[in-house]
């Protein structure tokens, strides 16, 4: 059939205290700058910026145990909400630019309030799924998902500035791609849970072809829903995307990565995607920080129809002699 156009809705949330470096904060108008918008728009889309959400840092903004910064996160996340809904609302796919990865709180929760049922494709070297409990560090970048699946609800406390949120994604509507790095109480709650993981040795073993066909299979199995694509640029190896705070070494290949953007793109069915942790002053030289900026601009151009092998519009025609 024709091909879809993509009504895209640009959002920067430049969130960084979700973690502790310094430079996440600058991702998103880095994507900007490296002509996200209009290459989306060259290759056909219709696209609105939305700005960035205001993240002010909330005073006194103590550890809750060992959450840090709970109040300042919470509150930057319940303006995302706000700011995503209005753009699902608006009839749009919503591009969400981080900011570390704490900002999947409200990306998803307000996705989720306008859409209802999600299918969650969560691509990471981590799981980020720790509870306020068993986070090793405190950091609310590795803690997002326990506080959206109504299976962790009773194991995670009220935190300051988080009552706002509900929960609101199925552990069996989950499918994580890329981990490699993920906790004991994380791996814990991915089994017992029974939440759908390819590993990076799963991606060895299948291929990343038969890892999309599976996941597809897996969140589409019940009914069609509208897809949320999290996707964490350390998912990638480190020598594609060396410009974040966590890497972590043998990622996907460039190749994998936007297979994988291709292949929800072609579902028709992507609803919201994040794209999180790029953080130029993790990279050591300019080339790095290009590199790693490059690969997260074309992960967003393959989630709205730019395929490899090239296109043409469907008038196009070749002048004769
Ligand atoms: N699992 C660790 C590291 S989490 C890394 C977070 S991210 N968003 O994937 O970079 C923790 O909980 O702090
Ligand atoms: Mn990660
Ligand atoms: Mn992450």
New binding site residues.
């Given amino acids: 059939g024709a091909p879809q156009r993509h009504s895209v809705g640009i959002v920067g949330a430049p969130f960084n205290r979700g973690?502790p470096r310094d430079g996440v904060e600058s991702g998103p108008d880095l994507i900007r700058a490296a002509g996200l918008l209009q290459k989306l728009t060259q290759q056909g889309c219709a696209v609105k910026d939305y700005g960035n959400v205001t993240c002010d840092d909330v005073p006194a903004d103590e550890p809750f145990g060992c959450v840090k910064n709970p109040r300042t996160v919470g509150r930057a996340n319940e303006q995302l909400s706000h700011t995503v809904a209005t753009v699902k609302r608006e009839g749009k796919t919503c591009v969400v630019l981080g900011g570390?990865?704490s900002l999947a709180i409200g990306s998803i929760h307000g996705h989720a309030s306008v859409q209802g049922q999600l299918g969650v494709v969560w691509v990471?070297?981590?799981a980020?799924i720790?509870t306020p409990l068993t986070?090793?560090?405190g950091?609310i970048?590795?803690?997002p998902m326990s506080y959206l699946i109504h299976e962790l609800h009773s194991k995670v406390p009220v935190v300051p500035n988080f009552s706002w949120i509900k929960p609101c994604v199925s552990a069996r509507d989950i499918v994580y791609i890329g981990l490699r790095?993920v906790?004991l109480g994380?791996h814990y709650i991915l089994k017992h849970l029974g939440i759908k993981m390819f590993s990076i040795t799963e991606v060895d073993r299948l291929g990343i072809a038969k890892v999309m066909e599976e996941t597809c299979d897996h969140i589409f199995s019940q009914v069609q829903k509208p897809v949320h694509l999290s996707y964490?640029i350390?998912a990638l190896d480190p020598t594609v995307c060396p410009a974040t705070?966590?890497p972590v070494v043998g990622g996907l290949t460039y190749r994998e990565g936007v297979y994988i953007t291709e292949h929800i793109c072609q579902t028709g069915l992507l609803s919201a995607v994040d794209m999180?942790?790029v953080n130029p002053k993790c990279g050591r030289t300019d080339h790095e920080v290009k590199s790693t900026v490059n690969a997260a601009v074309d992960l967003i151009l393959g989630c709205f129809g730019r395929v490899r092998e090239g296109s043409h519009p469907s008038d196009y025609c070749i002048s004769q002699p």
């Fill in positions: 973690q570390d990865h990471d070297a981590h980020d720790n986070t090793p560090t950091n970048h590795g803690q790095d906790d994380e964490d350390d705070g966590t999180v942790e």
